[in-house]
């Protein structure tokens, strides 16, 4: 197994081999330390977020094959010494307490524009709005020429005293403006509600755009002085626009009746602000009662409101922290892992039979345990058939690649199906000893009757095999009923459900059909017949016939080795697995040099010869590497019905030009077909698709979504679509779609 660690600027990336599931965080950060040079105490190691510790192993933290695991290199701190000068007048700053405002005197409340008790308009600075409020007090600060006013609004006591300035006052608006006196460019206060325009809302100051004869009013709200206003906002409540009260001079006597209370719109458009009906919504979200407002605590996540002694259990005093949580918005925090600490637990993987084994053996090394990079999402796990992509002759070095690509998609198991459905692919290993194939047909023993327990991969037949589980799932492909005493034989054998069969090297030994190395994709095949029968080991077995009904030539003959040649199909490694190779070899060829240095000194002439010779197949060697052979590839054939359907897809004729270049790539041109036709939404290839106004491609299912969350842009490049855009699904693209990826709308 090997990763990639790489510094967290992304100026360095290494590559680690010869590592193991089970090598601890300990280990790895001794290994970066001999090659980035930095010290064990200096590292921090994050893998998809979490900070690595001591103690633990790459399995338990899920490191993948060729994962990168992040380096964070700490900086060593620096002591700089404070002078003793710069130090005191720190302290004495910090020892300076802020002077509060002055209160004034008569004679200089005198000169304030607004008096104490006097009725005012006061504008919240976070709304922009302006609310009935009433001065307590006026106060100057120090060496300032302007006046602070201390008040108090009349409907929401709770705020407390709010300390303003001139510009955010001014007198209580008391005229009712008629509909003649309303004229076009003219500031006034109106009522509006942002949220939703047609209910009531808050008071604005506003200028009039224009006015209608059925009495309707067009204005420009104004939402404070650091917000952009909004034009073109119809006034619902007409006869209630108030004019803007210019300030009173001094001279004056101040006006204590109290004007025309000016209604606004109820803060809580659930209960419409009754204080006699129950709201979970503005009063406690458990009883919804609305009494003891000063015992309720806000949740600063959901910002509900709690009676204390409502929530279980009941509490009795104000807590300590400075943040409160509702008990469904509280996170457990003996669940939440924070920087330094050791992982929790995994259930699921403390239920593995590696959690429990007494054993020392490293079983983290091997490539069957480093599981999945990628999945294949082209078809459905259930898809029977071949898969798009993936011709006949196809070879992967390893089983998880097979997997991978969803032509088999377990890892060790050898039939992959359901027992109330049937087989999808099965892999022939020469696992057990009454296999027998040849080539176009074979039988197949059934899996069961041996003791896996613990890790085991293999072990002898130990026990009689039942038609159950996978063995049914094979059995329910052939096209006969189903008999688990008997079996059964097909009479149209052909009619069968399709096995996708994967030879692998292992049954080398008991058949010439099977590849030098790797895996090899041999395609379609049918069961035939499938019957118990008492096996070499004793026990009974349930043998299956299955034989081949493909129309691809097979991989073994001289038209199949044509098409391999034809179509380029090499050996296929996991990322990074030749040079992790070209690494190993490189190793112990500088430990056999070292050896030979130590133990053999050459003689006079003999070794200079020897490293000259090494030197010219070197050369040899690097020669052959700049000019390699290129073998011509197939191009890709398309079908006239599909070419026809790809030229009337004309929204995308600048992909299709694109991914027509891909042609001559041979198989894969359906892996540019599936890049370039990815829905961004589900990372997907593209169902129902919609090609919007931008020009690209959505599943209709993913722009409902989308849609229905009331967000009308493309989720590609967030161009307004409109919330009345007219959804149609592009037919062509869909039909030519599903031809090149038969079966992928299942599931969709």
């Not at 006591?157 to 007198?171: A, F, M, N, S, Y």
């Not at 029968?533 to 038209?559: C, H, M, N, V």
């Not at 996991?574 to 003689?603: C, Q």
Request: with cysteine; charged share 35%.
């Amino acid at each position: 197994m090997w990763i990639q660690v790489r510094t967290m600027d992304g100026g360095k990336t290494e590559r680690f081999d010869n590592l193991s599931k089970l090598t601890k965080v300990e280990e790895l950060r001794q290994r970066i330390q001999e090659v980035f040079e930095v010290e064990i105490e200096r590292q921090r190691l994050f893998y998809r977020g979490k900070q690595m510790e001591d103690g633990h192993t790459l399995f338990e933290y899920s490191v993948g094959l060729n994962d990168i695991v992040q380096l964070l290199i700490k900086q060593i701190p620096v002591n700089v010494p404070v002078p003793e000068e710069e130090d005191k007048n720190e302290q004495a700053m910090m020892e300076e307490i802020e002077p509060e405002d002055e209160p004034l005197s008569t004679e200089q409340t005198e000169l304030a524009l607004y008096k104490p008790e006097q009725l005012v308009d006061a504008r919240d600075l976070n709304m922009g709005a302006w609310f009935e409020a009433q001065v307590v007090k006026v106060t100057r600060k120090p060496a300032s020429e302007g006046f602070i006013y201390h008040i108090r609004y009349e409907d929401y006591p709770e705020e407390g005293i709010v300390q303003l300035t001139e510009k955010d006052i001014r007198p209580r608006a008391r005229t009712t403006l008629q509909w003649d006196q309303l004229v076009v460019g003219q500031v006034v206060m109106v009522n509006y509600n942002p949220a939703e325009p047609g209910e009531r809302g808050y008071w604005y100051d506003a200028e009039i755009l224009r006015k209608s004869t059925k009495k309707e009013v067009y204005a420009k709200i104004s939402f404070g002085d650091d917000k952009d206003p909004v034009d073109e906002c119809k006034i619902i409540f007409a006869d209630e626009i108030f004019r803007i009260e210019e300030p009173r001079p001094t001279a004056v006597p101040v006006a204590l009746e109290s004007p025309q209370k000016k209604q606004s719109g109820p803060q809580c458009r659930y209960c419409r602000d009754d204080s006699k009906t129950k709201c979970r919504m503005c009063a406690c979200h458990l009883c919804g009662g609305k009494q003891d407002p000063a015992m309720q605590l806000m949740c600063d996540e959901c910002d509900m409101a709690f009676h204390m002694y409502c929530l279980n259990p009941p509490l009795t005093a104000l807590p300590q922290e400075d943040d409160w949580y509702c008990p469904d918005c509280k996170n457990d925090t003996s669940e939440v892992v924070l920087a330094g600490e050791k992982l929790k637990e995994s259930k699921r993987k403390a239920k593995m039979a590696s959690a429990s084994s007494s054993s020392q053996r490293d079983w983290g090394k091997g490539m069957a345990c480093v599981g999945r990079s990628k999945e294949c999402t082209i078809v459905p796990s259930n898809h029977y058939g071949p898969i798009p992509g993936v011709p006949v002759g196809t070879m992967w070095k390893f089983r998880v690649q097979v997997s991978e690509s969803g032509v088999h998609r377990p890892h060790v198991a050898g039939i992959h199906g359901r027992s109330n459905d049937g087989a999808y692919s099965l892999v022939l290993a020469g696992g057990y000893e009454d296999d027998a194939d040849d080539g176009h047909e074979f039988t197949y023993t059934g899996s069961g009757g041996r003791d896996l327990s613990g890790n085991k991969r293999t072990a002898e037949q130990s026990c009689d095999q039942k038609l159950t589980n996978m063995n049914r799932a094979l059995a329910l492909n052939c096209n006969a009923r189903i008999n688990d005493k008997e079996g059964a034989e097909a009479k149209e054998w052909k009619a069968g459900k399709p096995v996708r069969v994967v030879r692998n090297a292992k049954g080398k030994k008991h058949s010439s059909y099977a590849p030098e190395d790797g895996n090899r994709y041999d395609g379609i095949y049918k069961v035939v017949k499938y019957w118990p029968e008492k096996g070499k080991s004793g026990f009974l077995i349930w043998r299956y016939l299955l034989r081949r009904d493909d129309e691809e030539p097979a991989p073994w003959t001289k038209e199949g080795k044509e098409q391999i040649k034809r179509l380029g199909l090499t050996m296929q490694y996991p990322e990074g697995y030749l040079e992790s190779v070209a690494n190993k070899e490189k190793e112990k060829e500088n430990i056999d040099d070292d050896e030979d240095d130590d133990l053999e000194p050459p003689s006079k002439g003999k070794r200079k010869r020897r490293t000259k010779i090494k030197e010219d197949d070197d050369d040899e060697d690097d020669d052959s590497e700049k000019t390699p052979k290129k073998t011509k590839v197939e191009l890709y054939k398309l079908t006239p019905e599909q070419k026809a359907l790809i030229e009337k897809d004309e929204l995308n004729v600048k992909l299709w030009n694109e991914v027509m270049n891909f042609l001559k790539e041979g198989p894969k041109f359906i892996n540019k077909v599936e890049e370039t036709f990815l829905c961004i939404c589900c990372q997907e290839v593209v169902y129902e698709p919609i090609t919007t106004e931008c020009l690209h491609n959505i599943c209709k299912s993913c722009l409902d979504r989308s849609f229905k969350a009331a967000v009308y842009c493309c989720p590609a490049c967030r161009h307004d679509l409109g919330k009345n855009y007219n959804i149609q699904v592009n037919k062509p693209l869909q039909s030519v779609l599903l031809q090149l990826f038969p079966g992928y709308e299942k599931g969709r």
